[in-house]
């Protein structure tokens, strides 16, 4: 159970904008108890999308603070395109370091539909995990 709450903080901790790789403690959770992989893959996957959805809803509050042309001429313009061009789709990126806490800031800025982005962000981060506790139990 204390392995189960260690990778969801770890997880959702690594999802905000925060510094942190959960993949690592995933993979050794995995190591020391390979049984429980679904679980844990479940659990990281829970609580990175939470903590993705915390940089969301800090998007949705930037809004009043950073008007339209800041955002297209600043750091967040090669995201901005991303999410402008595929939409809710391109959270499922929101994996990926660097660019996927801005897609998470970006999808809450331009206030896309709450339950698509909650699902493409848990999608993505579900595969990413699942890769990793492949990767974990040598399956690949």
Known sequence: MTALWLIFSGAF??????????????????NQAPET??????MAT???????????YLGALGRFAKTPEEMASGRYRHGLRLVER???WSLLLAWTPLIGDILCLLAGWLRMPLVKSSIMIFIGKGVRYLLVAALALHWL
């Open 37 to 42: 992989w679904v679980s844990l893959v479940v």
């Open 86 to 88: 595929y939409g809710y």
């Open 13 to 30: 901790l690594a999802a905000t904008l925060l510094p942190g790789g959960s993949e690592v403690l995933l993979a050794a959770l995995i």
């Open 46 to 56: 829970l609580g990175n999308t939470l903590g993705s959805l915390t940089s969301y």
